[in-house]
Protein backbone atom coordinates (compact mmCIF):
# COMPACT_ATOMS: atom_id res chain seq x y z
CA UNK A 1 0.00 0.00 0.00
CA UNK A 2 1.39 3.65 -0.75
CA UNK A 3 2.10 5.93 1.76
CA UNK A 4 -0.40 8.89 2.37
CA UNK A 5 -0.78 11.78 4.31
CA UNK A 6 -2.76 12.43 6.74
CA UNK A 7 -3.59 14.98 9.35
CA UNK A 8 -2.91 12.75 12.31
CA UNK A 9 0.17 11.64 13.93
CA UNK A 10 0.58 8.41 13.50
CA UNK A 11 3.47 5.30 13.61
CA UNK A 12 3.72 3.01 10.82
CA UNK A 13 6.00 0.20 9.41
CA UNK A 14 8.61 0.86 6.93
CA UNK A 15 11.19 -0.75 4.69
CA UNK A 16 14.81 1.33 5.10
CA UNK A 17 16.54 1.80 1.76
CA UNK A 18 20.11 2.58 1.04
CA UNK A 19 20.57 5.20 -0.56
CA UNK A 20 23.24 4.26 -3.49
CA UNK A 21 21.47 1.60 -4.42
CA UNK A 22 17.77 1.46 -3.59
CA UNK A 23 18.23 -2.17 -2.04
CA UNK A 24 16.09 -3.18 1.36
CA UNK A 25 18.12 -3.01 4.29
CA UNK A 26 15.74 -3.46 7.12
CA UNK A 27 12.20 -2.43 8.82
CA UNK A 28 10.93 -0.50 11.24
CA UNK A 29 8.38 1.51 12.83
CA UNK A 30 8.34 5.10 12.21
CA UNK A 31 6.68 8.11 13.98
CA UNK A 32 5.09 10.26 11.22
CA UNK A 33 3.76 13.84 12.04
CA UNK A 34 0.59 15.41 10.99
CA UNK A 35 0.99 16.63 7.14
CA UNK A 36 4.29 15.36 6.73
CA UNK A 37 5.89 11.84 4.30
CA UNK A 38 8.04 9.23 5.22
CA UNK A 39 11.26 9.82 6.21
CA UNK A 40 14.00 9.43 3.64
CA UNK A 41 15.28 6.24 1.93
CA UNK A 42 12.37 4.07 3.11
CA UNK A 43 8.74 3.21 1.77
CA UNK A 44 5.70 1.66 3.19
CA UNK A 45 5.56 -1.20 1.20
CA UNK A 46 6.80 -4.32 1.99
CA UNK A 47 9.77 -5.99 -0.07
CA UNK A 48 9.22 -9.17 -1.74
CA UNK A 49 10.94 -12.73 -0.06
CA UNK A 50 14.13 -12.50 -1.51
CA UNK A 51 16.68 -15.85 -3.15
CA UNK A 52 20.16 -16.84 -2.62
CA UNK A 53 22.53 -14.49 -5.10
CA UNK A 54 19.19 -11.29 -5.02
CA UNK A 55 18.30 -8.55 -3.34
CA UNK A 56 15.24 -6.57 -3.35
CA UNK A 57 15.44 -3.15 -5.09
CA UNK A 58 13.18 -0.16 -4.66
CA UNK A 59 12.17 1.70 -8.01
CA UNK A 60 11.11 5.54 -6.53
CA UNK A 61 9.98 5.85 -9.95
CA UNK A 62 7.36 3.12 -9.85
CA UNK A 63 6.75 2.54 -6.48
CA UNK A 64 7.41 -1.07 -7.02
CA UNK A 65 9.99 -3.66 -5.55
CA UNK A 66 12.22 -5.78 -8.19
CA UNK A 67 14.42 -9.00 -7.61
CA UNK A 68 18.08 -7.70 -8.74
CA UNK A 69 20.96 -10.43 -9.24
CA UNK A 70 23.73 -9.98 -6.02
CA UNK A 71 27.30 -10.52 -7.17
CA UNK A 72 29.38 -8.33 -4.99
CA UNK A 73 32.32 -9.69 -3.60
CA UNK A 74 32.89 -12.23 -5.76
CA UNK A 75 35.64 -13.26 -7.92
CA UNK A 76 34.62 -13.26 -11.43
CA UNK A 77 37.28 -13.94 -14.72
CA UNK A 78 37.73 -12.17 -17.68
CA UNK A 79 37.09 -14.62 -20.57
CA UNK A 80 39.09 -12.84 -22.94
CA UNK A 81 42.14 -12.20 -21.02
CA UNK A 82 41.57 -14.60 -17.79
CA UNK A 83 42.08 -11.48 -15.10
CA UNK A 84 40.22 -11.44 -11.95
CA UNK A 85 38.01 -8.98 -10.48
CA UNK A 86 36.19 -8.26 -7.78
CA UNK A 87 32.18 -7.42 -8.64
CA UNK A 88 31.48 -4.41 -6.49
CA UNK A 89 28.19 -3.26 -7.69
CA UNK A 90 24.50 -4.98 -8.03
CA UNK A 91 23.37 -6.56 -11.31
CA UNK A 92 23.87 -9.93 -13.38
CA UNK A 93 27.36 -10.82 -14.07
CA UNK A 94 28.81 -8.69 -17.02
CA UNK A 95 29.29 -9.43 -20.59
CA UNK A 96 32.83 -11.97 -21.35
CA UNK A 97 33.11 -12.63 -17.30
CA UNK A 98 33.00 -16.22 -15.46
CA UNK A 99 33.02 -17.17 -12.12
CA UNK A 100 34.89 -20.29 -13.40
CA UNK A 101 38.33 -20.13 -12.28
CA UNK A 102 41.24 -20.91 -14.93
CA UNK A 103 43.32 -23.77 -13.95
CA UNK A 104 46.66 -22.08 -14.24
CA UNK A 105 48.68 -20.06 -16.94
CA UNK A 106 48.16 -20.30 -20.33
CA UNK A 107 43.96 -20.78 -20.62
CA UNK A 108 41.07 -19.61 -22.81
CA UNK A 109 37.87 -19.79 -22.96
CA UNK A 110 36.03 -22.04 -25.47
CA UNK A 111 32.91 -20.58 -24.48
CA UNK A 112 32.21 -22.44 -21.90
CA UNK A 113 35.32 -23.75 -19.86
CA UNK A 114 38.62 -22.76 -19.61
CA UNK A 115 41.17 -25.09 -21.87
CA UNK A 116 45.10 -25.13 -22.16
CA UNK A 117 45.78 -22.49 -24.66
CA UNK A 118 49.04 -24.73 -26.14
CA UNK A 119 50.16 -22.29 -28.73
CA UNK A 120 50.22 -19.30 -26.15
CA UNK A 121 52.24 -21.66 -23.75
CA UNK A 122 54.53 -22.65 -26.73
CA UNK A 123 55.15 -19.11 -27.64
CA UNK A 124 55.83 -17.99 -23.88
CA UNK A 125 58.41 -20.96 -23.54
CA UNK A 126 59.83 -19.26 -26.77
CA UNK A 127 60.07 -16.08 -25.68
CA UNK A 128 61.54 -16.94 -22.46
CA UNK A 129 64.12 -19.13 -24.84
CA UNK A 130 65.00 -15.78 -26.37
CA UNK A 131 65.63 -14.07 -23.47
CA UNK A 132 67.92 -16.38 -21.81
CA UNK A 133 69.32 -16.87 -24.79
CA UNK A 134 70.39 -13.04 -25.36
CA UNK A 135 71.33 -12.96 -21.21
CA UNK A 136 73.89 -15.29 -21.76
CA UNK A 137 75.30 -14.44 -24.80
CA UNK A 138 75.35 -10.97 -22.96
CA UNK A 139 77.23 -12.49 -20.01
CA UNK A 140 79.50 -14.33 -22.32
CA UNK A 141 80.30 -11.19 -24.00
CA UNK A 142 81.34 -9.41 -20.86
CA UNK A 143 83.72 -11.82 -19.74
CA UNK A 144 85.26 -12.49 -22.98
CA UNK A 145 85.69 -8.45 -22.27
CA UNK A 146 86.99 -8.50 -19.17
CA UNK A 147 89.36 -11.12 -19.95
CA UNK A 148 90.61 -9.39 -23.57
CA UNK A 149 91.42 -6.20 -21.59
CA UNK A 150 93.83 -7.97 -19.80
CA UNK A 151 95.50 -9.84 -22.20
CA UNK A 152 95.66 -6.54 -24.22
CA UNK A 153 97.23 -4.75 -21.37
CA UNK A 154 99.68 -7.71 -21.07
CA UNK A 155 97.91 -7.85 -17.65
CA UNK A 156 96.90 -11.48 -18.19
CA UNK A 157 97.64 -14.79 -16.21
CA UNK A 158 97.90 -18.03 -17.97
CA UNK A 159 94.40 -19.36 -16.09
CA UNK A 160 92.98 -15.85 -17.54
CA UNK A 161 94.41 -16.97 -21.19
CA UNK A 162 92.54 -20.04 -20.65
CA UNK A 163 89.55 -18.52 -19.88
CA UNK A 164 89.31 -16.46 -22.21
CA UNK A 165 89.55 -19.12 -24.83
CA UNK A 166 86.37 -21.32 -23.15
CA UNK A 167 84.79 -18.39 -22.69
CA UNK A 168 84.49 -17.93 -27.01
CA UNK A 169 83.76 -21.57 -27.37
CA UNK A 170 81.05 -21.04 -24.81
CA UNK A 171 79.82 -17.78 -26.70
CA UNK A 172 79.85 -19.77 -29.79
CA UNK A 173 78.56 -22.33 -28.81
CA UNK A 174 75.55 -20.16 -27.62
CA UNK A 175 75.03 -18.67 -30.67
CA UNK A 176 74.53 -21.52 -32.14
CA UNK A 177 71.55 -22.87 -29.95
CA UNK A 178 68.61 -22.99 -32.09
CA UNK A 179 65.15 -21.42 -30.58
CA UNK A 180 62.98 -24.59 -31.67
CA UNK A 181 61.01 -27.82 -30.44
CA UNK A 182 60.10 -28.28 -26.52
CA UNK A 183 63.91 -28.90 -25.23
CA UNK A 184 66.62 -26.97 -25.15
CA UNK A 185 70.17 -27.93 -24.20
CA UNK A 186 72.28 -25.59 -23.45
CA UNK A 187 75.91 -25.15 -23.33
CA UNK A 188 77.77 -25.41 -19.84
CA UNK A 189 78.93 -22.22 -18.65
CA UNK A 190 82.99 -22.04 -17.84
CA UNK A 191 84.36 -22.48 -14.45
CA UNK A 192 85.90 -18.93 -13.84
CA UNK A 193 87.75 -20.61 -9.93
CA UNK A 194 91.34 -22.14 -10.52
Not at 45 to 66: L, N, R
Not at 90 to 102: I, M, Q, S
Not at 134 to 146: M, P
Not at 159 to 173: A, D, N, Q
Request: glycine share 6%; hydrophobic share 40%; with cysteine.
Amino acid sequence: MEFEMNEEARTIRVYNLRADTREFIGEGDAYIPPFTGLPADCTSIAPPKTTKGKVAVFSDESQSWSLVEDHRGETVYSTETGESFLILELGPLPDLFTKKTPAGEFQKWNGKAWVKDVEAEQSAMHEAAISTKASLLARASEQISLFQDAIDLGMATEKESILLTEWKKYRVLLSRVEITGDEIIWPEEPDNVA
